[in-house]
């Protein structure tokens, strides 16, 4: 069984600072990793993934993760702050065993941006 | 344009009332997921189908139906025998062939019990 944690429900951040969210995940098997993000009242838009290539992934709007086997990570960053960056953001993994099974989700982490 | 449309946006719902929520997708997708999200609480996966005909429970199903007889649409009711409706629930699609692929998402529905 797979598993995902995010530590911290809300992280603040000031524009032009550094954005460090966190994951940690536990899966069975070599997981697939994903990072999605939300606006309010909104579906949920995908920022990256990792699939067993690159442990480093670059997303879209200047987010990238780094995957860290040892330590079961797969935490979110972004150089620099912008103010549109508000959003909640959720971790996700896949097992790698096939199938057509739902993510699990972590349960995610509201990024405050302070101008 | 391609995607996944859910409607309505927001429903209102009397206690002890089924309501159908509209799921679809012109993504040509095989496989289908309801997401039930509440604050704070993340996504939980409440059913999921990969072929028309077909579909099974994710970890939430209880109090929930749904069908899947075309490939491009995939409704979900919420009967009475769910006790805590109120939510947002997220329809997604994901294609099954290829690389291993993400869910697309729709822009949800908000359900209220009044």
């Known amino acids: 069984a797979q598993s995902v944690t995010q530590l911290g429900s809300h992280v603040s951040v000031s524009e032009g600072a550094l954005v460090l969210l966190r994951c940690n995940y536990s899966?069975?098997?070599?997981?697939?990793l994903f990072w999605y993000v939300q606006y309010p009242n909104q579906g949920l838009q995908l920022l990256l993934k990792y699939t067993s290539a690159a442990t480093l992934v670059k997303g879209i709007n200047g987010f990238e993760a780094e995957f860290k086997k040892s330590e079961t990570s797969f935490h979110l960053t972004k150089p620099s702050a912008h103010m549109s960056d508000a959003a909640e953001y959720f971790c996700?993994?896949?097992?790698?065993?096939?199938?057509?099974?739902?993510?699990?989700f972590g349960k995610g982490t509201h990024l405050i941006i302070q101008p | 344009d391609g995607g996944i449309t859910q409607s309505p946006k927001y429903l209102f719902r009397k206690e002890g009332q089924n309501v159908t929520l509209s799921c679809e997708q012109n993504?040509?997708?095989?496989?289908m997921y309801w997401y039930r999200q509440d604050p704070g609480q993340g996504l939980r996966l409440i059913y999921y189908s990969q072929i028309v005909n077909d579909f099974q429970k994710g970890d939430i199903a209880e109090g929930y139906s749904v069908s899947r007889e075309k490939k491009e649409s995939f409704p979900l009711t919420v009967t009475s025998a769910q006790k805590n409706p109120t939510a947002f629930y997220l329809c997604?699609?994901?294609?099954?062939?290829?690389?291993?692929?993400?869910?697309?998402f729709g822009p949800g529905t908000r359900l209220t019990v009044l």
């Open positions: 993504l040509n997708h095989d496989a």
């Open positions: 996700a993994v896949r097992g790698s065993g096939g199938g057509a099974d739902g993510l699990t």
């Open positions: 997604a699609s994901k294609s099954l062939s290829g690389a291993i692929n993400e869910q697309f």
């Open positions: 899966s069975s098997v070599p997981p697939y």
